[in-house]
RNA sequence: GACCCCAUCGUCUAGUCAGGUCUAGGACACCUGGUUUUCAUCCAGGCAACAGGGGUUCGAAUCCCCUUGGGGUCGCCA
């Protein structure tokens, strides 16, 4: 049976690459009925943590990549070849190490980092590649022995055997390494922990890993793997090395880009203000921006780092999965993003499910090219994917999002209410977070509503005769006794509309919506006031109308 | 620097393995026009690529070589 695996290691979150590494780990087993594993690879005893490996199992979760055997969470995990926390295999790396001691086939050296640093730093003056010198080997056996004995600290080193090695590659073909390229690589460090190279070999054997489908920054250590697999005694599995995922400018994604790249340019135009966007907001909070520029290691959130990077007009590199579920994607969304980036189905569907993914999915239509992350493109399928809900689908999934990232909007609103919200922002929102961002006046106090006189604003307001205040004045006596019912309320506005406008509905709707809303975005008029309630649209149209001097003396001067 | 990988519109890609059906298809972005009470949608149309050079062949985006460009690795990180 085939078996994939997918193995972080628990520091920081789950990147895009990762994901797409997994996601096509556990796309292949499901194409052939086999199974997927989970591994966390936590041998750096600094930098791993478990709270991170837990949050790799939510966001895989989250993403809808089930596994069947692996750490436990939510209804994936279990299995017998486990531990599945490296950590907790200590004993049986132990075994295998001790095999290839005795074997001869592994050795002890003892030169500290800072004796290896040093040697690195000369080879690469004298513009020469450094490889181990296989000091270690040519120790006399009896000063071995006395050095363990009195405790010396030292590494396991493997010795590598001479020859060229040739990776078959289900993606990129037959690779050859030639001989010599190779050192002595460590597989046990001083702490007694495997190395990765080591910990993963000895697992993916004793786990039945049949594929090994990981990133392509992994190809030169495959030469190890299989040297090592010789040496134990181990089957070689099935290779296939992705290509890795770009940044639009077309470097590495790596977990800080985000913020360098913002911290980059900030600092290079001069700017020690939050920059304002295109509607004179600023764009990032100016207490976040504060501590942000105190200090570098506090990176933005993604909605403040996306806001600023409008404003400074430049666009944000890399991104996690969990990003992408604060920022309001889809999961479905960005599985089938993702799979895009390095396969297709042949033909010219683009947009797919995870079961169509599961059955049509093979590593022969895997592209060896490397590919550039697009937010656009997976914006705009988000987008699709948000019409393509039902309503209540919607609804639902816009008051999970709600309850885990802004919950204010369900404390202001009751379930009707919200209902309705949903439902008027259904078809103008291309993420979840979208209609909670452009909804916030919903839920502000009337009284924190201030009237900027942008362009559009005191155009609606100011122009035309009658202008859009004296037409609100108007509406405010005929709203004051009318039912509050989309119906009434259109017959209110088309009415006066068609009494002193000329039958151009705009003239009255814009100055309604400027009053009840701040601004010239909102959901569908009707729908707005529904939200809104009779009580507190009659408040900011009456609100509106007091700030009318003051605006009007602010335009004219 | 050494070794390795990659190369079709701005981007993701189809076509490459089995050379002709490719005056190179789709999607996103962009541009133009239209619909719309704002925003977002939506509709119609448009722009746009086989990195360069050599070879093999009746015929090359497809096969081979070189160049150029991009990327990865060179840790007691994974």
Redesign the pocket.
């Known amino acids: 049976m085939l078996r994939t695996r997918f193995?972080?290691?628990p520091?920081g979150h789950l990147h895009v690459g990762g994901a797409r590494t997994a996601l096509f780990c556990w796309a292949l087993a499901r194409h052939s009925q086999g199974r997927f594993l989970l591994r966390i690879?936590?041998?750096?005893r600094?930098?791993?943590s478990e709270s991170a490996g837990l949050g790799f199992c939510a966001d895989l979760e989250w993403l809808g990549i089930d596994w069947d055997e692996g750490p436990e969470h939510g209804g994936s995990g279990g299995g017998e070849t486990g531990p599945y926390w490296?950590s907790q295999r200590l004993e049986l790396y132990g075994d295998h190490l001790s095999k290839l001691v005795e074997a001869g086939l592994a050795y002890p050296?003892?030169?500290?980092?800072d004796?290896?640093q040093s040697q690195?730093a000369k080879a690469r003056a004298e513009?020469?590649?450094?490889?181990?010198d296989r000091a270690a080997l040519n120790l006399d056996p009896k000063t071995v022995a006395a050095w363990i004995e009195e405790g010396r600290?030292?590494?396991l080193r493997f010795k590598v055997p001479s020859g060229e090695i040739r990776i078959k590659d289900e993606v990129?073909?037959?690779?050859?390494?030639?001989n010599g390229?190779l050192?002595d690589?460590?597989i046990r460090?001083?702490?007694g922990?495997?190395?990765?190279?080591f910990?993963?070999v000895v697992d993916d054997a004793l786990m039945g890993v049949t594929h090994v489908v990981r990133g392509?920054?992994?190809?030169?250590?495959t030469a190890k793997h299989l040297l090592l697999q010789e040496a134990l005694g181990f089957e070689h599995p099935v290779y296939a090395?992705l290509?890795?995922i770009?940044n639009?400018d077309?470097?590495?994604m790596s977990k800080r880009d985000k913020d360098k790249a913002l911290r980059s340019v900030v600092k290079e135009r001069g700017i020690d203000t939050p920059p304002v966007d295109a509607s004179g907001q600023p764009a990032v909070d100016p207490d976040q921006w504060d501590r942000w520029r105190s200090s570098k290691d506090h990176q933005l959130d993604l909605v403040d780092a996306t806001s600023l990077a409008e404003a400074l007009e430049i666009e944000l590199p890399e991104i996690d999965v969990d990003d992408f579920r604060r920022a309001g994607y889809l999961p479905g969304v960005l599985v089938n993003y993702l799979a895009?980036?390095?396969?297709?189905p042949?033909?010219?569907k683009?947009q797919f499910d995870r079961d169509f993914l599961c059955s049509h999915f093979s590593l022969?239509?895997v592209?060896?090219?490397?590919?550039?992350?697009?937010r656009?493109?997976l914006?705009?399928?988000n987008?699709?994917a948000m019409?393509e809900l039902t309503p209540d689908e919607f609804h639902d999934l816009l008051a999970d999002y709600c309850r885990a990232e802004h919950p204010e909007f369900l404390e202001h609103m009751d379930a009707s209410t919200f209902r309705l919200f949903a439902a008027a922002n259904q078809?103008?929102?291309?993420t979840l977070l979208?209609p909670l961002q452009?909804g916030r006046f919903f839920i502000d106090p009337c009284e924190q509503l201030s009237w900027e006189p942008t362009k559009?604003v005191r155009k609606a307001l100011l122009n035309g005769e009658p202008c859009g205040y004296d037409l609100l004045a108007e509406l405010a006596t005929r709203l004051e006794q009318v039912q509050w019912t989309s119906e009434a309320l259109?017959a209110v506005v088309t009415g006066l509309a068609g009494e002193r406008a000329g039958d151009?509905?705009?003239k009255v709707?814009?100055p309604l919506?400027i009053a009840v809303s701040g601004g010239?975005?909102?959901?569908?008029?009707?729908d707005t006031l529904l939200i809104l309630g009779r009580d507190r649209t009659l408040r900011r149209i009456a609100l509106c109308l007091e700030a009318r001097a003051a605006l009007t003396a602010e335009a004219a001067s």
């Open positions: 193995a972080p290691s520091t690879e936590d041998t750096d600094k930098r791993s490296q050296a003892f030169e500290t980092p004796e290896l690195r513009k020469t590649a450094y490889r181990y600290e030292h590494v990129l073909g037959e690779v050859v390494v030639p390229e050192e690589f460590v460090k001083a702490d922990y495997p190395t990765y190279h910990a993963v392509q920054e992994h190809l030169n250590n090395h290509s890795l770009f639009p077309g470097s590495k895009l980036l390095g396969w297709s042949g033909d010219d683009e022969d239509r592209i060896k090219s490397p590919a550039k992350f697009d656009a493109k914006l705009a399928f987008l699709d019409q078809e103008r929102s291309k979208d452009s559009p259109e151009k509905i705009g709707a814009q919506r010239t975005i909102s959901p569908p008029i009707y």
